[in-house]
């Protein structure tokens, strides 16, 4: 018996997901079959793009890419606001299936999870992978790859090969076929600084950086180069994080302004509106905070942060923003803010929450109030309540949604 790694990846995660959701509500038109983008406002026609469909793709529209320039490319493209609370549901819908199949599974992001297997041949493997990709599209509605291999590298690379709806092996003998032969740019850590020094050493595909010196690599580009060399040569080793055996470091939520600002009311009102979101999903996860930052981003690029440890720690969404306020005005060197960021970290179980003399006097209250608050918006929407603050504002009262901070993310080991 041998170890198998299988990668899990749903087929433009929020597009499919928003599309079977409004097949399931009686729409006639599947998202999937038309030019659609996922992201932004509709009405404004302001913002980035989060999914697109396959026909959008067609059209050489890039995820991450501004609606405005979208709209360029293909000017009846569908246009539809993200609804994390719909797709949070259908993430832990196939969650719970895959953890039908094995007790050893990854959360890596909202729309990925490794899962590894022991088996005798491959042939086995891959009947097991078409199984679960069946079971899932039968069930939820929505495609996925499955990507198989000895490692996890290996695994994820394979599942990046043709889409939607296939399950592709990368084995360390096929990596010369089937890896070496793409691009450097979409190996795993090499990112867009990475490659204008690689293409200078003469590196384009995957294949020339697995067969470059190791040494020159080294020396040009230190541990780094080392990383990615054995990435490109398939060398890679770390086992299945589970989901208990990993922890969340923090939860963050931020913001491109639609226009630069350069008054600090303007900025509070967004600054309240991340740490809504924030602190949703603090309580969302049964966590508490102890440390509060403020990041802001000017508009000539420069970018600072201020932090700010609570004397005890919470889950209240007015007393981290009190906290937000604080650094904020600390933090502001005046000058115009392009992007707005809120993070809590130092989290710690609420299970047995630690009362001070400094709380709000009516502080149980409150957090049922937050609870309550809580499950109406994940129920009809986020904007079902909403701080009189926000009434004939243009600021949204919520910003963000479900960050993928909630599931350990890849770091250097996979």
Known sequence: MKKFYFHIDANSAYLSWEAVYRLQQGEQIDLRDIPSVIGGNPKTRKGIILAKSIPAKNYNIQTGETLYKALQKCPNLKIVSPNYHIYMKASNAMHNILKEYSPNIQRFSIDESFLDFNFSNRTDSIKLAFKIKERIKRELGFTVNIGISSNKLLAKVASDFKKPDNI???????????????????????????????????????????????DYLKYTLKSHGKLIWEYANGIESSGIRSDKSTSIKGIGNSTTLPRDIDQSKDALMYLLALTEMVTMRLRHNKKLCKVVVVSIKNTDLS???????????????????????????????????????????????????QYSIFDHRNLENLRKLNSTIDDLRLKYGKDIILRSTFLHKKVKPIIGGVGEDEYKMMSSLL
């Open 303 to 353: 970018h600072y942060s201020h932090q700010m440890t609570l004397i005890s720690p919470t889950d209240d969404t007015n007393i981290i923003y009190d906290a937000i306020k604080t650094l904020f005005h600390q933090a502001w060197h005046s000058q115009a803010i392009r992007h707005l960021g809120v993070r809590v970290t130092s989290l710690v179980d609420n299970d047995n929450y």
């Open 168 to 214: 592709h092996t990368l084995f360390p003998d096929e990596i010369e076929e089937k890896m070496w032969p793409l691009p450097v740019d979409v190996l795993f850590m090499v990112g867009r600084a990475t490659i204008p020094k690689l293409h200078r050493m003469g590196i384009y595909t995957i294949g020339d950086l697995a067969n470059a010196n190791l």
